[in-house]
C-alpha cells in the first residue's frame, strides 16, 4: 500500500518538499550540535532540560490521546468513530517518533541511547519510559497498518489485531504516566513534585491530541475526497470540552495549593510563570498568552452552537493547542529549575539552531504523518466507490 503514497496532486508534492526542506535544515543544525555540543542551545549547567524535553512531554501526550478515538469504537461499538480510528492511530505513530527523536538530540552524543539498552536499569524511570514508548509505538503501527490493510483487500481483519487495539488502551495511559514519574519523582523540584502532575498530563492530552486530529480530519475533508465524518468531529470536540475544563480545574488547584499554602519553594516557580521574579519575566507574556487562549477556547467548545460551526471549532482547536503547548511545554520544564535549589534564577532562552533543530524533528513527524494519511485517504476513498 505504500505505493499510494507516490502519487499525489502538486500541492500535495510542494508540501512534502516543504518538509524535506525544513528536515534538511534541522538536520544540518543538529549536526553542528553533534560536532560542537549542547553549548550551541540555550541550556546550562543550572537549567538542563528545555525545548526538547518540553516538545518530547507535549508530544507524547499527543501520543497518548489515540485512546479517545479507540474506547468508543473498539469497547463501546460507536460506529461514527471507525471512520478515524486509523487516523489516531497513525497521529501516535507519528507523535512517539517525534518524541524519541527529541530524546535522541537532548542526549548529545548518538551513542548514549545503548547506554539504555546495554545497561538496563529497572529502576530508572527513563529505561521504563523507553520500554513503553517503544512498545507503543509497534502495538499503533502494527494495528493501523494491517486494519487498513485488511479494508483495502476487502477481506476481515486478522483476528490478532485486536488484541493489539485492546493492549493499546491502558498502554497509552502508560505511557504519559511514566512521563510525569519522570518529573514528580524528583524530589529536588518543588514545582514537579505533585501526585497531581500525571492526571494533568492525561487531561492536557485528552485536549490537546484530539484538537490535532480534529484540525486534521478537517484539513483531509478539504484537500481529499475523504470525509471523516461530521458526527465524529462533533463527538471528539465533546471529549476536548470535557478534558479542558478538567486541565483547567486541575491547574486552579495547583495554583490554590501554592499560593494558599504558602510554601516559597512551592509558590516561586507559579510567581516566576504568572509575574516573574527579580525581573526575570522571559515566561511570563507567553504564560499569560496561554491562560488568555485557554479561557476563550473554553467559551468556543461549551457553547454548542459555536462548537458545531467548523470554522469556529477550527479556532477552537488552534486555541487549545496552543495553549496546552504553551503550558505543558516550557511553561512546565523551565520552572521546574527557576529558582534553583539555592534559590538562584537562571534564565532560559532556545538558540536559534536549538529551534531550527527543533522545527526539523516536527518535519520528520509531519512527513511519516503525511505518507501515512495518504496512504489512509487513498484506500478508503477506493473502499467507497
Given amino acids: 500500500m505504500i505505493e499510494k503514497a507516490l502519487i499525489g496532486t502538486r500541492r500535495y508534492w510542494k508540501w512534502i518538499m516543504l518538509l524535506l526542506v525544513v528536515g534538511i535544515i534541522g538536520f544540518i543544525f543538529y549536526l553542528q550540535q553533534l560536532r560542537e555540543g549542547l553549548g550551541i542551545t540555550g541550556m546550562s549547567r543550572d537549567v538542563s532540560w528545555g525545548l526538547y524535553i518540553a516538545n518530547f512531554t507535549f508530544l507524547v501526550g499527543v501520543a497518548a490521546s489515540a485512546v479517545i478515538v479507540i474506547i468508543p469504537y473498539y469497547l463501546h461499538n460507536h460506529k461514527e ?28 552524543q548518538p551513542a548514549r541511547v545503548f547506554n539504555i539498552i546495554l545497561y538496563p536499569s529497572p529502576t530508572s524511570l527513563l529505561f521504563w519510559d523507553m520500554v513503553v514508548l517503544t512498545i507503543y509505538l509497534m502495538l499503533n503501527l502494527l494495528a493501523g497498518w494491517y486494519t487498513l490493510d485488511a479494508e483495502h483487500k476487502k477481506e476481515p481483519v486478522p483476528s490478532w489485531v485486536k488484541p493489539l487495539i485492546i493492549l493499546s488502551i491502558p498502554w ?15 524530589g529536588a523540584r518543588p514545582f514537579w513534585l505533585t501526585a497531581l502532575l500525571a492526571p494533568r498530563f492525561l487531561a492536557s492530552a485528552f485536549a490537546s491530541g484530539p484538537a490535532l486530529l480534529i484540525l486534521l480530519c478537517l484539513t483531509i475533508k478539504k484537500v481529499t ?41 512551592h509558590r516561586a516557580p507559579f510567581l516566576y510563570l504568572l509575574f516573574g521574579l527579580e525581573k ?27 462548537r458545531r460551526k467548523e470554522n469556529l471549532l477550527t479556532t477552537a482547536c488552534i486555541m487549545v493547542f496552543i495553549s496546552i503547548w504553551l503550558e505543558k511545554g516550557l511553561g512546565l520544564v523551565i520552572p521546574g529549575f527557576v529558582p534553583s535549589p539555592l534559590n538562584q534564577i537562571f534564565e532560559y532562552r532556545p538558540t536559534l539552531p536549538e529551534v531550527l533543530i527543533t522545527l526539523g524533528i516536527y518535519a520528520v513527524g509531519f512527513l511519516v504523518l503525511t505518507i501515512l494519511f495518504k496512504v489512509t485517504t487513498t484506500v478508503k476513498e477506493e473502499a467507497s466507490n
Fill in 81 to 108: 468513530f471507525g471512520r478515524i480510528t486509523i487516523l489516531g492511530e497513525f497521529l501516535a505513530v507519528s507523535a512517539v517518533i517525534m518524541s524519541i527523536l527529541f530524546i535522541f538530540v537532548d542526549l548529545g
Fill in 172 to 186: 497509552a495511559i502508560s505511557i504519559h504516566t511514566v512521563t510525569a514519574f519522570i518529573y514528580s519523582g524528583l
Fill in 280 to 306: 526575570s519575566i522571559t515566561l511570563v507574556p507567553w504564560m499569560w498568552v496561554s491562560i488568555v487562549l485557554s479561557c476563550i477556547s473554553l467559551i468556543f467548545l461549551i457553547i454548542p452552537e459555536i
Fill in 225 to 265: 475526497r475523504f470525509d471523516p465524518g461530521k458526527d465524529a468531529i462533533q463527538k471528539v470536540s465533546q471529549i476536548v470540552t470535557y478534558a479542558m475544563c478538567i486541565n483547567v480545574f486541575f491547574l486552579l488547584v495547583e495554583l490554590f495549593t501554592a499560593f494558599y499554602g504558602g510554601i516559597p519553594e
